[in-house]
């Protein structure tokens, strides 16, 4: 009885030390990268722009979790063009265009369902030697709840290969055209 005393003792003390230590951690994050893709700054901001094409060259595609569905609203592309999504592994949620400058620039809020976690993306475009440079950004807060915190270092990771497959599949799309 004393050993089981003891286990339930350890565990709770390392319950309270993981919660405590979430506390230390940042309550936001910010994760950037840039790539240049062959094409012109038109065909780049299009695509950005247009929610509708993001399913065709994006990370977050029917490839990487076929229950992923897509329904659009608002204008088809730049301002208050918006996409909604499910998915049993990615969750479901809302992107949302609240800044398109033609050819310079593509911001968006995304709202996660169930989540007070709220990200804003802003894809800055400019003219380069071989193509457009694309800078993608998002940064965001992670809510209240302080366990989200654990996410952050996470986050860098994971957005950066999401961003380096879509820069990919950029490259793809516009040179299929």
Not at 12 to 36: C, D, E, H, N, W
């Amino acid at each position: 009885m004393k050993v089981l005393w003891t286990i339930v003792i350890v565990i709770a003390v390392l319950i309270a030390l993981l919660f405590a230590g979430a506390f230390f951690l940042p309550a936001s994050f910010s994760v950037q990268r840039s790539a240049v893709i062959a094409a012109p700054v038109d065909a780049v901001y299009a695509k950005f722009a247009t929610p509708r094409t993001w399913a065709s060259w994006s990370a977050w595609t029917t490839r990487a979790d076929s229950t992923l569905v897509y329904t659009y609203a608002g204008p088809d592309s730049g301002l208050g063009a918006i996409m909604r999504f499910t998915s049993k592994k990615m969750g479901n949620g809302e992107l949302e265009i609240v800044e398109a400058v033609p050819d310079q620039s593509v911001g968006y809020d995304l709202r996660l369902t169930g989540s007070d976690m709220r990200i804003h993306g802003r894809i800055a475009l400019e003219p380069a030697s071989d193509g457009t440079k694309v800078t993608w950004h998002d940064s965001g807060s992670l809510g209240g709840n302080v366990m989200l915190r654990y996410l952050g270092p996470v986050l860098d990771k994971s957005l950066a290969a999401a961003y380096e497959t879509s820069f990919q599949g950029l490259r793809r799309d516009l040179n299929a055209r």
